[in-house]
């Protein structure tokens, strides 16, 4: 057994984990507090990573194009849900897949209008280019950056939530929505700040991986069907359960990424192992979902006293 | 890139709108990828087919020439659908294009079938040179597994004893890694196939790491279009430059260097790759043809591009050899064997199954006299190479 490895494998499926549960965490209040299914969550991801890609172009600091980038998507998140998600609260699902269905084409083409096809590189500064060593295990600087912005972000999401004033609302609105519009709370600037803050939080996650991946269109498409898979595994409406049911799916994706082929071929010959493993291990996270539903449909960690 | 929309759309425009029989022109639908991340390989093959177009006046012999380019979305089975609407709907004389495997693998019966001719200018499917060999397909690239093959060659001349290997998993990137396999004599230490398509996997973190690990001398990889600049990238993050050196395939070209420069990624500089084209080959036709790209869109052309530009340069020798009478299928056929065109990479033959028989260099990334990143040929790993399953292929 390679310790060094494995270790750097928990931290390659902690680092996806995190993005994963940026992403949910949004995803998870709007379908929990709103009742409403964002399929264009995913172009908040790559919305962030283009404004932060053009902001590191013009001023060559990274942090400059993570602040701004978060300020842009917080006021694309909000002008959405002002002028599109607002009028469709009480419509039901299908209606709500078919206009962000919609959003995810004209944001994709509004992005190539913009930016054209070729996509957009986004350099680092040369001290988070780098690696650091512990001992014998040498680790990219940047992904500890992006597991360091993750527990971060975790952190003030569970003060936000836990401890504020705005945060008891989202639980509260998460339980039991028609309770809270009864009892006289300005449901709709509720609403709007969640959904920015859920915008800001997949745009985060689009700057933080674009350094890696580059920024591209429709870079949020593919992974918006894990991060719904992270909703539903850890409870809809629940933040805490995107927490872990992120962390759970980063870490399974990266682990079978990384030994699937080795086990398999225990049993197989190894040329069909090798073949096997990346179809098998693509197909992990929704296994575990089809599990969790049949034993556990409402999820892993479910809002308290969600209907 | 407005305007190469806008120029597509024109060229589109007159093509629809001068009629569909019109014995004046010859028709050549165009199947590329222009949309999803893999869009900016279309776009540089859309420009090198505009600049073709623009250097032979729009005319081959006597006849215009008509463009439709459509969109395969970087998937089979769109891909076959645009193929079918260019044959039977358009109803094309040359159905050229594709730059994936398993696009064409897709799409190629539909034009054999309406005895049409197609002309693949990237895509090289083993089966294709093999076994599906056909008497109406021609292409201006290579069979899939001789670029890596010379790759493996000049690891062996280097002594490279152990290797770490990562392609995607289709059509591909399998006949690549099966290339090198044939040729590589030292060990393989570990393989990785990664997910690919429109959702391909971009973040290659445990892959990575589990090459370290494996203690391999050096990493080879074939990562196409966009997922070469984010594999560089990660490689350099990884620390990996320095200690196990790169050697890749389609992978550091035209597309992902200026993207790799923006970036300062200077682990690219100096890694090599072995290619049957370099925009520094000295020939008349390639300086005016890299000449003019360079002019036009301030960057290098792409060995995509290259490609693309011979397709319309082969196909107009064809026109011409039968006099524009697209009716006589054998002339045409007999002329695009004879492969009578001034090819940017210089003089080549085609084999018995339509694949081209040509020399391999072997290239390096070096910086230009403007600083720009390209790339140059070093020295000469194949001379008049001929792919391995030309003796599958039953036509003579």
Redesign the interface.
């Given at each position: 057994m390679?310790w060094?490895?494995l270790i750097?494998?928990l931290m390659?499926?902690l680092?996806?984990g995190l993005l994963l549960f940026l992403l949910a965490s949004g995803l998870t209040l709007i379908f929990g507090i709103m009742d409403f299914i964002n399929l264009s969550h995913g172009s908040f991801y790559m919305v962030g990573a283009y404004f932060c890609g053009t902001i590191v172009?013009k001023t060559g600091s990274f942090v400059l194009g993570i602040l701004f980038g978060l300020v842009g998507v917080f006021i694309v998140g909000a002008l959405v849900e002002w002028f599109i998600a607002r009028k469709l609260y009480r419509s039901d699902h299908l209606d709500h897949v078919l206009v962000t269905f919609g959003l995810i084409l004209i944001f994709d083409t509004l992005v190539?209008m913009i930016w054209?096809?070729?996509?957009?590189?986004?350099?680092?500064p040369d001290v988070l280019?780098?690696?650091v060593s512990i001992g014998t295990l040498?680790l990219?600087?940047?992904?500890l950056l992006i597991i360091a912005a993750g527990l971060g972000v975790a952190a003030f999401l569970y003060v936000l939530v836990t401890r504020t004033r705005l945060g008891m609302l989202i639980r509260a609105g998460a339980s039991n929505r028609t309770m809270v519009e009864a009892l006289g709370v300005n449901i709709n600037r509720l609403f709007l700040i969640v959904f920015a803050i859920g915008a800001s939080m997949a745009g985060l996650a689009g700057m933080l991986?674009a350094?890696?991946?580059?920024a591209?269109?429709?870079?949020g498409?593919?992974i918006i069907i894990i991060a719904f898979v992270v909703v539903i595994v850890g409870g809809i409406g629940s933040v805490k359960g995107a927490f872990y049911a992120g962390l759970i799916i980063g870490l399974i994706d990266?682990?079978s990424?990384?030994y699937l082929d080795d086990v398999l071929a225990l049993s197989i010959p190894i040329e069909y192992a090798?073949?096997a493993a990346?179809?098998i291990s693509?197909m992990m996270v929704y296994i575990l979902m089809a599990v969790v539903l049949a034993f556990r449909p409402q999820g892993l960690f479910p809002p308290a006293g969600a209907r | 890139m407005k305007r190469n929309i806008l120029t597509a759309a024109v060229l589109a425009a007159t093509a629809f709108g001068s009629g569909a029989a019109n014995a004046d022109s010859v028709k050549i639908g165009y199947v590329t990828t222009l949309t999803t991340p893999a869009a900016v390989i279309g776009e540089d093959i859309q420009n090198s087919v505009n600049l073709a177009l623009e250097h032979i006046g729009n005319k081959m012999g006597d006849l215009d020439v008509e463009l439709i380019m459509e969109d395969d979305g970087f998937k089979p089975d769109v891909g076959k659908q645009k193929t079918d609407k260019l044959v039977k709907q358009d109803d094309v004389d040359f159905v050229v294009g594709y730059i994936w495997s398993h696009v064409l693998l897709a799409s190629m019966k539909s034009v054999t079938d309406a005895d049409k001719f197609i002309i693949s200018a990237n895509a090289g499917p083993s089966q294709v040179a093999g076994k599906l060999c056909h008497p109406n397909f021609f292409s201006t690239s290579w069979q899939n597994d001789q670029t890596p093959m010379a790759m493996g060659e000049h690891l062996n001349q280097e002594g490279v004893k152990s290797l770490y290997v990562m392609a995607p998993n289709y059509a591909a990137g399998k006949d690549m890694v099966a290339g090198l396999e044939s040729v590589f004599t030292g060990e393989i230490k570990g393989k990785d196939l990664t997910k690919w398509g429109a959702d391909a996997q971009l973040d290659f973190s445990a892959e990575l790491a589990k090459a370290k690990a494996s203690g391999a001398e050096a990493i080879f990889v074939f990562y196409p279009g966009k997922a070469g600049g984010a594999f560089i990238n990660q490689y350099q993050q990884a620390g990996l430059r320095g200690v196990m050196p790169l050697y890749s395939v389609f992978t550091v070209d035209a597309i992902a260097l200026p993207k790799l420069q923006e970036a300062n990624l200077e682990g690219v500089l100096g890694s090599k790759m072995t290619q049957e084209w370099s925009p520094d080959m000295d020939n008349a036709a390639n300086k005016r043809f890299v000449g003019d790209y360079l002019a036009k869109h301030g960057k290098y052309p792409s060995f995509y591009g290259a490609q693309a530009y011979d397709s319309i340069m082969l196909i107009k020798s064809a026109v011409e050899a039968v006099g524009g009478n697209l009716d006589d299928k054998d002339g045409i056929r007999a002329a695009l064997k004879a492969v009578n065109y001034d090819s940017v990479r210089g003089k080549y033959t085609v084999g018995n199954n339509h694949m081209p028989i040509q020399n391999f260099y072997l290239r390096e990334v070096v910086i230009d006299d403007e600083g720009r990143w390209t790339t140059k040929i070093v020295s000469t790993v194949y001379e008049n190479h001929q792919d391995r399953y030309a003796a599958e292929c039953n036509m003579q």
């Open positions: 390679d060094n490895l750097t494998q390659n499926g680092q996806l172009a190539h054209g096809a070729s996509g957009m590189a986004i350099p680092l280019n780098g690696q040498v990219p600087t940047y992904r991986i350094p890696i991946t580059e591209s269109i429709g870079m498409n593919d990266t682990l990424r990384s090798e073949t990346p179809a693509a | -």
